[in-house]
């Protein structure tokens, strides 16, 4: 009984002393000059020009909401896929039930701005809603003669 976990225990065994053995070696090699520069975050190549913010904004936490609840669904449709023949009927409503929860905290989010960044969110902030009375008619110019009033020529000037 105990030989069918033997090679489970060997790669345990063998992945704790790589990790140990790797830290005391990285300890013993590594040169020691410690400076400003090499103990500053890297940044891509930049150098940062302020200090990072003390707190992330709501909006960081947000995106990250998003992301979790993504994977979730993917974590949950894959053993769906792999067996949804024996779950059946029932099966299938049940995520069409997940989805549409999933569905709905994904709109919550898009509603309360979560992907809003930058100019956009400036934008929409300054911005009046359309006005309901808004048509193609009254927005869209036809091409040709066919709606055109006096003073919509070239070179015309309205009376």
Same mark, same amino acid.
């Given at each position: 009984?105990?030989?069918? *976990?033997?090679?489970? =225990?060997?790669?345990?065994? %063998? @992945? !704790?002393?790589?990790?140990?053995?790797?830290? $005391?070696?990285?300890?013993?090699?590594?040169?020691?000059?410690?400076?400003?520069?090499?103990?500053?975050?890297?940044?891509?190549?930049?150098?940062?020009?302020?200090?990072?913010?003390?707190?992330?904004?709501?909006?960081?936490?947000?995106?990250?909401?998003?992301?979790?609840?993504?994977?979730?669904?993917?974590?949950?449709? *894959?053993?769906?896929? =792999?067996?949804?023949?024996? %779950? @059946? !009927?029932?099966?299938?409503?049940?995520?069409? $039930?997940?989805?549409?929860?999933?569905?709905?905290?994904?709109?919550?989010?898009?509603?309360?701005?979560?992907?809003?960044?930058?100019?956009?969110?400036?934008?929409?902030?300054?911005?009046?809603?359309?006005?309901?009375?808004?048509?193609?008619?009254?927005?869209?110019?036809?091409?040709?003669?066919?709606?055109?009033?006096?003073?919509?020529?070239?070179?015309?000037?309205?009376?």
């Amino acid at each position: 009984m105990m030989g069918q *976990y033997l090679p489970v =225990v060997v790669m345990l065994v %063998l @992945g !704790v002393a790589f990790a140990g053995v790797s830290l $005391v070696m990285s300890k013993l090699v590594s040169p020691k000059r410690p400076s400003a520069a090499k103990s500053a975050p890297y940044e891509c190549g930049i150098v940062p020009g302020q200090d990072p913010p003390e707190r992330f904004p709501v909006r960081f936490y947000l995106v990250a909401m998003i992301f979790i609840v993504f994977d979730i669904e993917i974590i949950f449709l *894959y053993p769906y896929a =792999v067996i949804h023949r024996s %779950l @059946g !009927v029932f099966g299938l409503i049940e995520m069409v $039930v997940f989805a549409v929860a999933v569905f709905a905290s994904f709109v919550f989010l898009i509603a309360n701005g979560a992907l809003d960044w930058g100019p956009i969110r400036e934008l929409r902030r300054s911005s009046p809603a359309v006005s309901a009375a808004r048509t193609t008619t009254s927005t869209v110019r036809r091409v040709g003669q066919d709606g055109r009033g006096p003073g919509d020529q070239p070179g015309e000037v309205a009376a």
